[in-house]
């Protein structure tokens, strides 16, 4: 029986999303994935509520947001330790050691072909992995987890990076040396900006790895703070709430983290084809 | 094969880095103990300790490879100490959840291509889950599952399977949308059916697409299988392998896990390309 409301929310929301779609404008589209985001987390706490599912499995949103709200001074506290002193630091580090590399091997065809299939496929491995050896290295403080960032970070930065270096064409590069633009000119006003979109996307792709290599760090050996450890004790303490609100907070923070990036992303490369208006 | 010699140059180079690494990270110990017994160490005999400790802060090449080979060829597969045994309980719970993860992918992507609605409710959530950390919640998953009294593949294949269903569902999405216009018109004044513009046109075009995410997938699910056996009580899988390894400062079975972890992502991503290559090769798309 109590089955019937939640199949009736389901296809009220469903319905007026498949009148909505029709419209197929800016504003219609923000709304329907609103809506179905909305009619998602009624869906939960209804089901929650009228099958009494109990806390240690799955808490209501309302349980979640509750905690949220409680626990506001611990959640800022992690939110400091894991992702501004370790993610942030570690993606910092990684990313410009990953630029450096890329222009230092720049004049160096050879070590380029040699590098990048290696840095491909590192990029594919389960470079998490190491954290608990980078612990061991660098002590339990935020130190291992940006070291753990700065590996998983470098190589996608890397092989993007070479390849923006690589992405301007004959054409362009004959017209700077008939102005006879040293190497250091035509790198600095011809081939670094080119090579920004490229560059750009490996940043997006490493700020979500950032955060990961962060959190996972954390379940090798973390000081009493910090996200990765708050979800590991939560979770033994079977505090769900509170866990659910740690990974509400990883998630603002990785929406947060790549929209920052993109919005960067914007300001730099205003001429790329991709960030043109795009019309109809 | 143009890259063997460079790549060759890099891997060397690596190695000696690794080496003079080793000796370096490890020489402190040693000091020590030679301070300790009041004895002074040549050079060629201080660089064989630094080689040569139990448990070396960075263990040397082949120290890793022996750890390897021990634990690989030197014990019985069915052993709790054998690599192949904890090896295939990851592998098992990767595939499982790939397999599952990956068909989901699809036949969302399926359901969006062909629905409006769908695809205005579903996609923005699915793109924009690609910039929050799930791998977060494996802990959890584990915990709760375990509480409901299942343990053993099932929750770690559900890692697995979440982590590598939204490459596959957003790759998908792009690959049964890139037939162009014109391919579409052509169905149309051939009056094909829904259902035979999907199987001859949208769903062969999208290929590349697939594989290309597949691979992103496979590599995922691993690295969620891996994470998945970390929480504790977890006794076997090469995440719990490392596990052990650090609370018992065992660097050497640390590294070798490791290597057999890269060793199965990378199989595991070359299989898929060698399946991609038949595959478009069969289909007259290989370039």
Known sequence: MSALPIIAVWLGGWALNAWLARFDTRLSRFLVALIFGITLLILWEMTVRAYAIPTVILPAPSQIAASFTQNTAILWGDFVQTILKGALSGWVLGAAAAIATAIAIDRSPFLQRGLLPVGNFVAALPIVGIAPILVMWFGFDWQSKAAVVVVMVFFPILVNMVAGLAATDQMQRDQMATWAAPYWQSLAKMRLPAAMPFLFNGLKITTTLALIGAIVAEFFGSPTRGMGFRISTAVGRLDLPLVWAEILVAAIAGSLFYGIVALIEKKVTFWHPSQRKQRG | ?287
């Open chain 2, 1 to 287: 094969m143009r890259n063997t010699l460079p790549v060759l140059t890099v891997l060397l180079a690596v190695v000696a880095i690794w080496y003079v690494a080793a000796i370096g990270m490890n020489s402190t110990w040693v000091r020590d103990q030679a301070a300790r017994s009041e004895t002074v160490l040549g050079m060629g005999e201080f660089v064989r300790q630094t080689l040569s400790l139990d448990r070396p802060v960075l263990p040397a090449p082949h120290q890793v490879a022996a750890g390897l080979w021990d634990g690989v060829f030197g014990q019985k597969i069915t052993s709790k100490r054998s690599l192949v045994w904890h090896g295939w309980i990851t592998l098992s719970a990767t595939l499982a959840g790939f397999a599952i993860g990956s068909l989901a992918g699809i036949g969302l992507a399926v359901g969006i291509v062909h629905d409006r609605a769908m695809n205005q409710s579903v996609m923005p959530w699915a793109v924009a889950s690609q910039t929050v950390p799930i791998l977060a919640i494996a802990p959890m998953v584990i915990v709760v599952f375990a509480s409901a009294g299942i343990t053993g593949l099932l929750p770690k294949a559900i890692i697995a399977a979440w982590l590598s269903f939204f490459p596959v569902l957003v790759g998908m999405v792009k690959g049964l949308r890139t037939a162009d216009a014109m391919q579409l018109d052509l169905m149309r004044s051939w009056n094909a059916s829904r259902s035979q513009v999907f199987w001859r046109l949208r769903l062969p075009s999208s290929m590349p697409y697939l594989f290309a995410s597949l691979k992103v997938a496979v590599a995922a699910a691993l690295v969620g299988t891996i994470v998945g056996e970390l929480p504790a009580g977890a006794s076997a899988g090469l995440g719990a392998r490392l596990l052990s390894g650090s609370y018992y400062g065992q660097t050497v079975q640390i590294w070798a896990a490791l290597f057999v972890a890269a060793a199965l992502a990378a199989g595991l991503v070359f299989l898929i390309g060698w399946i991609e290559r038949l595959a478009l090769r069969r289909m007259g798309l290989a370039r």
